[in-house]
C-alpha cells in the first residue's frame, strides 16, 4: 500500500491528452514539492517533472505537472506510441521524513 | 550534463551483504542529494534512503533503518549503499538519484541489478 495513491492504469490513442493523478495528504503533498518520473522497459528511469511543474531540458513539452492541495496531475499531450510506460509520482512525506512514491500508473497507448 | 554511474551487477547469498556505488559527474556533488531507490520485478518502486551529500545527514524507510548504509565520498564524488543481511526478497533493481538542492533538478542512474539466491 503506497502512501501516494496513482491509478494502476491509464490509456489513450494516439494524439490524444491523458492525465494521471496522484493523491496524498497534508504531511507530503500538501506541503512539498512533486516529482514525476517515466520507466520504461529496458530504459533508465527518466525524470519528466520536478518541483510540481517544472520540465528537465529535453523533455517533450507535451508533458506537464500540476498541484493543487494534496493532489498532483501528469498530462501528456499529444500521445505518442513511445509514451507507453509506467509513471511515478514522488513527494517528501514530512510524517515519516522520507521520500514516498506512488504506486505507479501503466500508461498503455492504444 | 548530469550523469550518475552505477557500479556492476552483483549476485549474493542470503544472509550476506552488498554495496553498491554511485559515481556523479555533470554537477556540484556537494550541493546536491542522492536518493536509493529499489524495484523488484513487476513491483513498484520503493524508496530505500538518501544522504544530503554537503552535510552527510542521512535518513533511511523505516523498513531498511536496521539493514542499510548509506555514505560518500566526495574525493571521487561517489555515493554508496550498502545493504546487510540480504534475503531473497532483496533480489532488484537498485538505482540512485540525484537533486540538485538549489533548483530541485535531478536525474536517474541506470540501476543495479542485485540477486539474492543461494
Known amino acids: 500500500q503506497s502512501v501516494l495513491t496513482q491509478p494502476p492504469s491509464a490509456s489513450g490513442t494516439p494524439g490524444q491528452r491523458v492525465t494521471i493523478s496522484c493523491s496524498g495528504s497534508s504531511s507530503n503533498i500538501g506541503s512539498n514539492y512533486v516529482y514525476w518520473s517515466q520507466l520504461a522497459p529496458g530504459t533508465a528511469p527518466k525524470l519528466l517533472i520536478y518541483r510540481n511543474n517544472e520540465r528537465p531540458s529535453g523533455v517533450p513539452d507535451r508533458f506537464s505537472g500540476s498541484k493543487s492541495g494534496t493532489s498532483a496531475s501528469l498530462a501528456i499531450s499529444g500521445l505518442r506510441s513511445e509514451d507507453e510506460a509506467d509513471y511515478y509520482c514522488a513527494t517528501w512525506d514530512d510524517r515519516l521524513s522520507g521520500s514516498v512514491f506512488g504506486g505507479g500508473t501503466k500508461l498503455t497507448v492504444l | 550534463q548530469m550523469q550518475l554511474v552505477q557500479s556492476g551487477p552483483e549476485v549474493r547469498k542470503p544472509g550476506t551483504s552488498v554495496k553498491i556505488s554511485c559515481k556523479a559527474s555533470?554537477?556540484?556533488?556537494?550541493?546536491?542529494?542522492i536518493q536509493w531507490v529499489r524495484q523488484a520485478r513487476g513491483q513498484r518502486l520503493e524508496w530505500i534512503g538518501r544522504?544530503?551529500?554537503?552535510?552527510?545527514?542521512?535518513n533511511f524507510a523505516q523498513k531498511f533503518q536496521e539493514r542499510v548504509t548509506i555514505t560518500r565520498d566526495m574525493s571521487t564524488t561517489t555515493a554508496f549503499m550498502e545493504l546487510s543481511s540480504l534475503r531473497s526478497e532483496d533480489t532488484a533493481v537498485y538505482y540512485c538519484?540525484?537533486?540538485?538542492?538549489?533548483?530541485?533538478?535531478?536525474?536517474w542512474g541506470h540501476g543495479t541489478l542485485v540477486t539474492v539466491s543461494s
Open positions: 538519484a540525484a537533486e540538485i538542492l538549489a533548483s530541485g533538478y535531478g536525474d
Open positions: 555533470g554537477f556540484t556533488f556537494t550541493s546536491s542529494s
Open positions: 544522504i544530503v551529500v554537503g552535510s552527510g545527514k542521512t
